[in-house]
Structures are given as C-alpha cells and as structure tokens.
C-alpha cells in the first residue's frame, strides 16, 4: 500500500513548504483547499448556492466567486462557515474520492501528500496513514498574512480567529513540525521524518496514527 500523510496547521504556517519537500522527495500532492474551490466554479450548482446564501456581491468581473471578499464573510464566524460549508456540497466525497484514487494507482513503494487547513476535526485523517502539524506563533502567522496576503491587520487577525489552536490538534498528529525560523531546517526535518516513517511503511511496522486514539476520546467524551 502506498504512505499516504495529510499535512494541515492554520493558514500561514508554512504547509506548502512542508509539501514541496514531500514532493521532492517523490510524493504526489493535492492541496484539498484548492480542489474544493472547484465545487464553486461557475457553472456548477455549488457556485448558485454560494452566490445565493451570501449574495451576488461576491462574485467578481470575471465571473468567479472573490474568495477574499467572501473570506471576510465567513472567517471568525463559525454559524457563516458553516453555512458556506454546506452551500459547497459533498466536500467530504471528493476528497475522499482523492485519497481512494491514490490507493488503486500508486505503486506500493508510491507516497501521497493531502494538504487541507483542516483534516483532523472533519476525520480526513482517518484515511490517512498519518498526519503532520505544522505551527507557527500568531504574531509570525499575522506578518506573513500581511506581507504574503496584502491582508491588513484587522483582516489578518479575522483569519487567525477562526483557526484552531496547534495545541488542540496536537494529540491528534502524528508529527509537528514549528516552522518559525530558517525554511531549509523545516526542510530538513521534513526529509529526515519522511525517509523514517518510508523505512516502517516498507517494513510494515508503521503504526496506527494517533488521530485514532483522540478521535475515540473525543467520542467517549460526548457520550
């Protein structure tokens, strides 16, 4: 079976670093944000019910729905998320067709990476062979946002707002990675894990993540 490894953290913490580095390594990547930008292109019954649940101000002369206007919509607002949320459609089924598509066509010695802001709370992880973190401290996240993003400080704080803490999802992952300092050290540590956890995967000693043992927590916790 090819290693499949989800990389999340908040916005801003340097997750495309991480997968770039996986890539190099032989990895492919889907960057699951992105790919769920698709369930509202235009044309598609997705794209109407956006438009319909936040109003057509967010689309832009081109046609498309303006991901920053309606960002400053949803972010900081979980009812408003939400709401998006289920305007989209079936975001679940498609990234699951992903990762199930990856299992019938990669090779055994194959490896995939899933990039998504989040895949531990939605349950991606569980079909993931593990999950990465990848944090940052909020003032670094909050200049990045401006300096990357053009955000400024209101909207940049807006965005941090509806991230969940590292710390949260730390039971949950399976490696975390703090990506404050040089990118070649992240880099590194990133090669370094991946060649480790390969080595179990071919070995089949890789255990089970531990998104597993949080998740049934959590279910205990509620029941």
């Not at 190099?24 to 956006?50: K, M, W």
């Not at 199930?100 to 010695?109: F, G, I, K, Q």
């Not at 992240?186 to 179990?200: G, N, W």
Request: hydrophobic content about 40%.
């Amino acid at each position: 079976m090819p290693l499949i490894v989800g990389v999340t953290g908040a916005i801003a913490t340097g997750k495309s670093l991480v997968c770039a580095t996986l890539v190099e390594q032989g990895a492919i990547h889907c960057n699951a944000d992105t790919l769920v930008h698709s369930l509202y292109a235009p044309g598609t019954p997705g794209f109407d019910r956006v438009v319909a649940a936040f109003g057509r101000d967010i689309v832009a002369p081109d046609g498309t729905i303006d991901r920053r206007i309606l960002g400053g919509r949803v972010f900081g607002r979980p009812d408003e998320m939400r709401r998006l949320t289920r305007a989209m459609g079936d975001v679940n089924g498609l990234i699951h067709s992903v990762v199930d598509n990856w299992r019938a066509t990669l090779p055994e010695d194959g490896a995939a990476v899933l990039e998504a802001v989040n895949i531990i709370e939605p349950g991606y992880s569980a079909w993931l062979d593990q999950t990465w973190l990848v944090w940052s401290p909020e003032e670094v996240i909050a200049e990045r946002l401006r300096q990357r993003n053009g955000l400024s400080e209101t909207e940049a704080r807006q965005r941090l707002a509806s991230q969940r803490p590292w710390s949260d999802r730390a039971p949950a992952a399976d490696f975390i990675l703090q990506n404050d300092g040089v990118p070649e050290e992240l880099a590194q540590q990133v090669r370094d894990e991946f060649e480790r956890i390969r080595t179990l995967k071919r070995r089949c000693e890789l255990p089970a993540s531990r998104w597993f043992a949080w998740h049934a927590a959590q279910m205990a916790a509620r029941s």
